[in-house]
Nanobody, 124 residues
């Protein structure tokens, strides 16, 4: 099993920045890729960004490309999501996910482990 714990959410004004963290524990040697998803009220969970466990490959949703950066710290088994130039439409609960499957998948069903989520609210 893999446990994921997110942190770093909060309230920020439009144009501001936040950095989310996701700490992985347990059988982390089985992880091939990690990702961030988000879910706004009344909407489906949507893909935000993904990174290979080695950190050499990343992929972003078009809606966040150029504003968000996903990265990882191997020593800390932690993945980060740096969010800049935040917009009110970025408001959502952000979830960290991990998979043992290779490749940077964008579908939530491809991920095996999930964190509890952290709220991000961007005010206009």
């Amino acid at each position: 099993q893999v446990q994921l714990v997110e942190s770093g959410g909060g309230l920020v004004q439009a144009g501001g920045s936040l950095r989310l963290s996701c700490a992985a524990s347990g059988r982390t040697f089985s992880i091939a890729a990690m990702a961030w998803f988000r879910q706004a009220p009344g909407k489906e969970r949507e893909f935000v960004a993904a990174i290979s466990w080695s950190g050499d490959s990343t992929y972003y949703a078009d809606s966040v490309k150029g504003r968000f950066t996903i990265s990882r710290d191997n020593a800390k088994n932690t993945v980060y999501l740096q969010m800049n130039s935040l917009k009110p439409e970025d408001t959502a609960v952000y979830y960290c996910a991990a998979t043992w499957r290779r490749g940077l998948a964008t579908m939530a069903g491809r991920y095996d482990y999930w964190g509890q989520g952290t709220q991000v609210t961007v005010s206009s």
